[in-house]
Nanobody, 128 residues
Framework: VQLQASGGGGQVQPGGSLRLSCAVS?????????IGWFRQAPGKEREAVSG????????YYTDSVKGRFTISRDRAKQTAYLQMNNLSPEDTAVYFC????????????????????WGQGTLVTVSS
């Protein structure tokens, strides 16, 4: 399973917006999986941010991004999008796209990394 992440990779001011994309290779159908993002801030453990079921669009958001981030997907393209609004310096991290079972986002701990397929990380820096 190959994942191609895009977006981010730059610096945005507090209150600004960024959009991340994550495309899963269509040679591997993943209708029963979710696509989403995790992030790892400097000196901190990786945490689950948001995931979306490819089949029915069910979503997961970590509490700190609810109301600011919106995840969506194009089922046919096996691609997810993360619209991040009202960004704060606390959102500064390397964002990793991944695919796996949606339950993995809800109960994530770093020991579960092998339960996901991972794309490359994208640095998001929120700073004035």
């Amino acid at each position: 399973v190959q994942l191609q992440a895009s977006g981010g990779g730059g610096q945005v001011q507090p209150g600004g917006s960024l959009r991340l994309s994550c495309a899963v290779s269509q040679s591997t159908p993943i209708d029963h999986y979710a696509i989403g993002w995790f992030r790892q801030a400097p000196g901190k453990e990786r945490e689950a941010v948001s995931g979306i079921m490819v089949s029915d669009g069910r979503t997961y958001y970590t509490d700190s991004v609810k109301g600011r981030f919106t995840i969506s997907r194009d089922r046919a393209k096996q691609t997810a999008y993360l619209q991040m609004n009202n960004l704060s310096p606390e959102d500064t991290a390397v964002y990793f796209c991944a695919t796996g079972f949606l339950g993995g986002w809800k109960n994530y701990s770093p020991k579960d990394n092998n339960n996901f397929y991972w794309g490359q990380g994208t640095l998001v820096t929120v700073s004035s």
